[in-house]
């Protein structure tokens, strides 16, 4: 059977749609429109009917949350993207430089500092102290992190990957898992053409000692970061470090301000072809 209104019904749903898009719970009253204007068996309210029974059941089945609304504060927004990327219990976050502004005179503008906080884990204090003084470290960045609609850049200090005649073979305990072995020495009986090897992709990549996040992206803001490392890993000052920092925003950005500089970037071609 064809549907009643069928354009006035696509539009409903193409609403409910936009609601189920922005995480819109819809309520008695949406419940209450819908059975006035379409009835009880359309297809708005099958759409309604399916939001409210998946929306509850998907509400909390990330098992870690963002919290809702974010954090205004800068320095608590990257302590809270810190911590998720980090995924270390033991990894301590650190405050190098708080964010402030210091105004010179009534003529000359103020300067702004910008904020530097950092984490690293015992483990990562380890391995950067086993570090060979020979080789440099990298400081890289800015990676993007997205939460929600937030988009916020860190920065980490890595090393390049070890070469494979001096890859450390560290031996593992027996007893670090007592649900399974960790390694099997069985003689099984294999036939000529059994291929014992794995097709496993490895990808080589060096080791992160530290990350960070800044208001300001700049070599000098980032220099301060290295400066505070050294006093919890005295072999950075024995280490060259190298920054390779790429071009682009370091600065705490929205989705509609993502949205409005791609917006500019497509007009600006064509503001020139007008031109010409």
């Known amino acids: 059977a064809l549907p009643i209104y069928p354009r006035q019904q696509a539009c409903a749903i193409q609403v409910l749609e936009q609601m189920e898009n922005y995480g819109i719970?819809?309520?008695k009253e949406t419940k209450f429109l819908l059975l006035q204007i379409f009835g009880?068996?359309?297809?708005?309210?099958?759409?309604?009917?399916?939001?409210?029974?998946?929306?509850?059941?998907?509400?909390?089945?990330?098992?870690?949350?963002?919290?809702?609304?974010?954090?205004?504060?800068?320095?608590?927004?990257?302590?809270?993207?810190?911590?998720?990327?980090?995924?270390?219990?033991?990894?301590?976050?650190?405050?190098y430089q708080m964010q402030s502004s210091?105004?010179?005179?009534?003529?000359?503008?103020?300067?702004?500092?910008?904020?530097?906080i950092g984490i690293q884990s015992p483990d990562q204090q380890c391995l950067l102290a086993q570090h060979n003084p020979d080789r440099p470290v990298f400081v890289e960045g800015p990676f993007p992190l997205w939460l929600k609609a937030t988009c916020v850049h860190y920065y980490i200090?890595?090393?390049?990957?070890?070469?494979?005649?001096?890859?450390?073979?560290?031996?593992?305990?027996p007893e670090r898992n007592l649900y399974y072995p960790m390694v099997l020495d069985v003689d099984l009986d294999r036939d000529l053409g059994d291929d014992d090897e794995l097709d496993a992709d490895e990808v080589d990549e060096g080791r992160v000692f530290a990350m960070c996040m800044a208001g300001s992206g700049d070599q000098s803001t980032l220099s301060k970061w290295?400066?505070?490392?050294?006093?919890?890993?005295?072999?950075?000052?024995?280490?060259?470090?190298?920054?390779?920092?790429?071009?682009?925003?370091?600065?705490?950005?929205?989705?509609?301000?993502?949205?409005?500089?791609?917006?500019?970037?497509?007009?600006?071609?064509?503001?020139?072809?007008?031109?010409?």
């Not at 909390?60 to 809702?68: K, L, M, R, W, Y």
């Not at 990327?85 to 976050?93: G, M, P, R, S, V």
């Not at 105004?103 to 000359?108: A, C, K, Q, V």
């Open 25 to 27: 719970m819809p309520n």
């Open 157 to 173: 200090l890595r090393a390049e990957p070890l070469p494979p005649g001096e890859k450390p073979e560290d031996a593992i305990d």
């Open 102 to 116: 210091d105004e010179m005179s009534e003529h000359e503008e103020g300067t702004k500092q910008p904020y530097i």
């Open 40 to 95: 009880e068996k359309s297809h708005p309210i099958r759409k309604y009917q399916r939001i409210m029974y998946w929306f509850p059941r998907f509400k909390h089945i990330n098992p870690f949350p963002v919290p809702s609304p974010l954090p205004q504060d800068p320095l608590d927004l990257a302590r809270l993207c810190l911590h998720r990327i980090a995924a270390d219990l033991d990894a301590k976050t650190t405050i």
């Open 226 to 276: 290295i400066s505070g490392l050294q006093e919890t890993n005295p072999i950075l000052g024995r280490i060259s470090v190298v920054f390779r920092l790429e071009a682009g925003t370091r600065e705490i950005q929205t989705l509609t301000e993502v949205e409005r500089h791609r917006d500019r970037g497509c007009e600006e071609p064509q503001r020139q072809k007008m031109r010409q």
